[in-house]
């Protein structure tokens, strides 16, 4: 075993030796760095707090989620539990380790929300919180510290790039007709798609070892079988990106959407989206065949797409029209 191997390794395992009181905490810290609990927030903040800050936060998660997938494929490194019993699986996941992307994602939403505020209290919080996410991925054994050390320097970095060069592009942007900026958001999209294949084609020759796969069975029995290959997440991603950065081309281009009103209409535009967004992404997970795999790849792109597209500029228009905004 790697000597970076054995040190991630006995590093969990005196984790895990602090006791199991820890394994509701870290799992709910867990959950607090998935991107299902930041997809939540996100419209919860488009479309009841702050527009603006919805989308960006929105772009730099799907950003790096969909970056860190094709990280993951392009080193093709394991996790814990996969590759030994000496630590307890308290979770267990399909695709490879390196970089964790909850530590990724967790600086880099987390981060960009902490850049929105004014207070170093509540920066500072966001912070912790950074860091009881990427520990709690330690803890329950899906990652070494060095995964998660990775997260957080691709996080960091995105997130420097987002803050940082956010006041030049928009300028830049603001120059440009809309029809060339919905043309260069579906360029961006395909960008991300494209590379993601690439990176994956690149890596073909590379197997998953079999000692992997019965070692991650064996571990976390009942848990689907690890596909860490699978390009599921690369057109599910790309897809949210021309979604959402469509949707806000196409928002700015109407004359925006303000999300002040009373507690009860900013509820009631939070129970209207969320409605909407559960019809296109469950009704068409429903219609759209998986197989064959360019047809069933293609609706996949398409299908979250649509999500973003409602999130950021359909569900605003509807909110419009019920008098909700």
Request: hydrophobic content about 55%; proline content about 5%; some cysteine.
């Amino acid at each position: 075993m790697d000597s970076w191997i054995e040190w991630g390794v006995s590093l969990i395992v005196w984790l895990q030796g602090l006791g199991a009181w820890l394994i509701v905490p870290m799992k709910a810290f867990s959950f607090l760095g998935e991107e299902l609990f930041a997809l939540v927030i996100m419209p919860l903040i488009l479309w009841c707090l702050d527009p603006g800050l919805g989308i960006r936060l929105g772009l730099i998660l799907i950003t790096s989620n969909t970056i860190n997938g094709i990280l993951k494929i392009g080193f093709g490194l394991p996790r814990p539990y996969w590759i030994t019993d000496r630590v307890h699986a308290l979770a267990g996941e399909t695709s490879y380790g390196l970089p964790s992307g909850h530590s990724q994602n967790a600086v880099a939403f987390w981060g960009r929300l902490a850049a929105s505020v004014k207070s170093r209290w509540i920066r500072f919080g966001f912070v912790v919180l950074i860091f009881l996410i990427s520990i709690s991925r330690l803890y329950l054994a899906v990652h070494f510290p060095t995964d998660v050390l990775a997260g957080w320097v691709v996080g960091g970095l995105l997130l420097m790039l987002f803050v940082l060069l956010e006041p030049a592009f928009l300028m830049l942007w603001s120059r440009i007709k809309l029809a060339s900026q919905a043309a260069l958001c579906v360029v961006f999209s395909l960008a991300l798609l494209g590379l993601g294949l690439a990176v994956t084609a690149a890596t073909a020759g590379r197997p998953v070892p079999s000692e992997w796969i019965a070692g991650a069975a064996a571990n976390h029995p009942g848990s689907p079988e690890i596909d860490p290959r699978s390009t599921d997440g690369i057109f599910s991603g790309a897809g949210a990106f021309l979604g959402i950065s469509l949707g806000a081309v196409f928002l700015s281009a109407s004359g925006g959407f303000q999300a002040r009103g009373s507690l009860g209409k900013r509820a009631l535009r939070y129970v209207v989206g969320v409605v909407g967004l559960v019809v296109i992404y469950f009704g068409l997970r429903l219609v759209f065949p998986d197989e064959p795999f360019l047809l069933g790849q293609t609706l996949r792109y398409i299908r979250y797409a649509l999500v973003g597209l409602w999130a950021v500029y359909l569900a605003p228009k509807v909110f419009g029209r019920l008098g909700l905004a």
